[in-house]
């Protein structure tokens, strides 16, 4: 009897409700008859098991049967099988096993490494469950007091910051230097630009001359982001001329962290699940690659947001729905996970369409969903967070705040095209969400769990639907596209969407390669 391919097998367990380690595919594939041994194999396993492990296949394959179990169809008979990888993706997913794969083989399985211990994933910033925001005026006094503390510590090595309210008794023509909060931005009658800066003692306006160099840089500034500047105060000592502006930025010296041994980690969003257009098809082509042996190193899958399509997230959005109820939403997402190999590592934080609170930063999953959610034990976060894989720092942000950057900015510093470059524009600023009051919600919290207090070495975001990375001072920065083909919404504000794209990251060296599965 011919070998089954890793993708299935995938299949059938999935169609049974299971998901698999990818050396437990690869042991059944390998064994003289696959149908049987699956069929044993499912028969054995307790009623409560979800994941079906190496243990469960070894201690079946260790048994002798007494006699194939009476009407074992094997999963070519109820499982047809898909299309390969697109010729855009290197490689076929309905590879055959090879036959040389020895069924006793330990911790390593057709080069992949199989040894759990060798993993590290720390989760930092998460506050799921710390929310003491109240709505009340107190609360966004304290968050913006937070805010101001910790980015205005970055700045205070490049600058002698004197409070404002000292610089307004300064005499005339002294220099001063401030660091606070742009709480406004206004051009004057000959084209210079008048920034007010606000700190914890109050608001003093600094005049940036259309001529210097620095004027270009009045183009990037948005609401409430913290810089500081150095200049010389007016004769009446009414205002401060500006000489040189500094953002909190991520020091150009930046040396990332990486793997000490050579393990990838897929980056992934907006899957949107629910949706008329969601792309199963590329997904499940995404899902059976994973199991096969050139996906051999990816041990993590990082999810940044939008895993559902939500309900009632914009205008007339049940017309393109094929699931209705959020939660049977929910379901089939957890289904359509389960054909993601069992081994690895899945992180996942929420993003706008997802049934959590809008304001940012978002709660993980409540309970309900994560026992929906249960295929995988993912490690559930909030948005953002810092998540560490073996020393590499990533920070996860859904990215809805991508949204107003490329509105305010012009197009040629950030742009639906290129969002890698909007990125950009947040780890200068080391806020991934600095405007208050616009389209982006925030919610007061006595912490600012937005501000970037430690420098990222991949920075991962979704939620345009647009593909682009790039590196900023050794920062690699990451937009992953998402998996749902072009709305008639995203037509009617000119989104065409890149769909169904998996960038995968080396850890130990930080490159990148993406692989296309549309």
Same mark, same amino acid.
């Given at each position: 009897?011919?070998?089954? #391919?890793?993708?299935?097998?995938?299949?059938?367990?999935?169609?049974?409700?299971?998901?698999?380690?990818?050396?437990?595919?690869?042991?059944?594939?390998?064994?003289?008859?696959?149908?049987?041994?699956?069929?044993?194999?499912?028969?054995?396993?307790?009623?409560? #098991?979800?994941?079906?492990?190496? /243990?469960?296949?070894?201690?079946?394959?260790?048994?002798?049967?007494?006699?194939?179990?009476?009407? #074992?169809?094997?999963?070519?008979?109820?499982?047809?099988? /898909?299309?390969?990888?697109?010729?855009?993706?290197?490689?076929?997913?309905?590879?055959?096993?090879?036959?040389?794969?020895?069924?006793?083989?330990?911790?390593?399985?057709?080069?992949?490494?199989?040894?759990?211990?060798?993993?590290?994933?720390?989760?930092?910033?998460?506050?799921?469950?710390?929310?003491?925001?109240?709505?009340?005026?107190?609360?966004?006094?304290?968050?913006?007091? @937070?805010?101001?503390?910790?980015?205005?510590?970055?700045?205070?090595?490049?600058?002698?910051?004197?409070?404002?309210?000292?610089?307004?008794?300064?005499?005339?023509?002294?220099?001063?230097?401030?660091?606070?909060?742009?709480?406004?931005?206004?051009?004057?009658?000959?084209?210079?630009?008048?920034?007010?800066?606000?700190?914890?003692?109050?608001?003093?306006?600094?005049?940036?001359?259309?001529?210097?160099?620095?004027?270009?840089?009045?183009?990037?500034?948005?609401? @409430?982001?913290?810089?500081?500047?150095?200049?010389?105060?007016?004769?009446?000592?009414?205002?401060?001329?500006?000489?040189?502006?500094?953002?909190?930025?991520?020091?150009?010296?930046?040396?990332?962290? #990486?793997?000490?041994?050579?393990? !990838?980690?897929?980056?992934?969003?907006?899957?949107?699940?629910?949706?008329?257009?969601?792309?199963?098809?590329?997904?499940?082509?995404?899902?059976?690659?994973?199991?096969?042996?050139?996906?051999?190193?990816?041990?993590?899958?990082?999810?940044?947001?939008?895993?559902?399509?939500?309900?009632?997230?914009?205008?007339?959005?049940?017309?393109?729905?094929?699931?209705?109820?959020?939660?049977?939403?929910?379901?089939?997402?957890?289904?359509?996970?389960?054909?993601?190999?069992? @081994?690895?590592?899945?992180?996942?934080?929420?993003?706008?369409? @997802?049934?959590?609170?809008?304001?940012?930063? !978002?709660?993980?999953?409540?309970?309900?969903?994560?026992?929906?959610?249960?295929?995988?034990?993912?490690?559930?976060?909030?948005?953002?967070?810092?998540?560490?894989?073996?020393?590499?720092?990533?920070?996860?942000?859904?990215?809805?705040?991508?949204?107003?950057?490329?509105?305010?900015?012009?197009?040629?510093?950030?742009?639906?095209?290129?969002?890698?470059?909007?990125?950009?524009?947040?780890?200068?600023?080391?806020?991934?969400?600095?405007?208050?009051?616009?389209?982006?919600?925030?919610?007061?919290?006595?912490? /600012?769990?937005?501000?970037?207090?430690?420098?990222?070495?991949?920075?991962?975001?979704?939620?345009?639907?647009?593909?682009?990375?790039?590196?900023?001072?050794?920062?690699?920065?990451?937009?992953?596209?998402?998996?749902?083909?072009?709305?008639?919404?995203?037509?009617?504000?000119?989104?065409?969407?890149?769909?169904?794209?998996?960038?995968?990251?080396?850890?130990?060296?930080?490159?990148?390669?993406?692989?296309?599965?549309?």
């Amino acid at each position: 009897m011919p070998l089954e #391919t890793p993708a299935r097998i995938v299949r059938a367990l999935v169609s049974r409700g299971y998901n698999a380690e990818r050396e437990a595919v690869t042991l059944i594939a390998g064994s003289e008859e696959p149908g049987v041994t699956l069929a044993r194999v499912v028969d054995s396993v307790p009623d409560d #098991t979800l994941r079906i492990t190496t /243990d469960h296949v070894r201690a079946v394959l260790a048994s002798a049967p007494a006699a194939d179990p009476p009407g #074992t169809e094997s999963p070519t008979d109820s499982v047809t099988t /898909d299309p390969s990888v697109s010729a855009a993706t290197p490689g076929d997913v309905d590879e055959h096993v090879s036959e040389s794969t020895p069924p006793e083989t330990e911790g390593v399985t057709n080069g992949r490494n199989t040894d759990r211990s060798l993993r590290s994933l720390e989760i930092a910033n998460d506050m799921t469950g710390q929310s003491t925001g109240t709505g009340e005026y107190d609360d966004f006094v304290k968050v913006f007091r @937070d805010r101001y503390e910790k980015l205005s510590k970055m700045l205070r090595g490049r600058v002698n910051h004197r409070p404002a309210k000292a610089i307004s008794k300064m005499s005339g023509g002294e220099d001063a230097e401030l660091i606070g909060l742009v709480d406004d931005v206004r051009s004057t009658k000959s084209g210079h630009w008048i920034i007010d800066l606000e700190d914890t003692t109050g608001t003093f306006p600094c005049l940036v001359m259309k001529d210097k160099d620095i004027a270009s840089y009045v183009d990037e500034l948005l609401l @409430d982001e913290c810089i500081a500047v150095q200049g010389t105060l007016s004769g009446d000592a009414g205002i401060l001329f500006v000489d040189s502006m500094h953002f909190p930025d991520v020091p150009r010296g930046h040396r990332p962290n #990486t793997a000490d041994r050579h393990v !990838q980690a897929a980056l992934i969003s907006d899957v949107h699940v629910g949706s008329q257009e969601f792309m199963e098809g590329a997904w499940n082509r995404f899902a059976e690659w994973l199991h096969t042996a050139e996906a051999e190193n990816i041990e993590y899958l990082l999810i940044a947001g939008d895993m559902v399509e939500g309900v009632g997230v914009y205008p007339n959005q049940d017309e393109e729905l094929d699931v209705i109820d959020i939660y049977d939403q929910y379901r089939a997402f957890s289904e359509h996970l389960k054909s993601v190999p069992g @081994d690895l590592d899945i992180v996942m934080i929420p993003g706008n369409h @997802d049934a959590v609170r809008l304001a940012e930063p !978002q709660p993980g999953f409540d309970d309900n969903l994560r026992d929906i959610m249960s295929a995988h034990d993912a490690t559930i976060t909030s948005n953002p967070s810092m998540v560490t894989l073996e020393g590499v720092n990533i920070l996860m942000y859904h990215g809805v705040s991508l949204d107003e950057v490329i509105a305010e900015l012009p197009a040629e510093k950030a742009s639906y095209d290129e969002p890698h470059k909007a990125m950009y524009q947040l780890l200068k600023k080391r806020h991934v969400a600095p405007q208050f009051g616009g389209h982006t919600r925030l919610a007061p919290e006595k912490l /600012d769990y937005l501000v970037m207090e430690d420098v990222p070495d991949i920075f991962h975001t979704g939620h345009v639907h647009k593909l682009g990375w790039g590196k900023y001072h050794n920062v690699l920065a990451v937009n992953s596209g998402c998996w749902q083909s072009q709305t008639d919404f995203q037509k009617s504000v000119n989104i065409d969407p890149d769909s169904g794209y998996a960038p995968i990251v080396d850890l130990d060296t930080l490159d990148m390669t993406v692989r296309k599965f549309s």
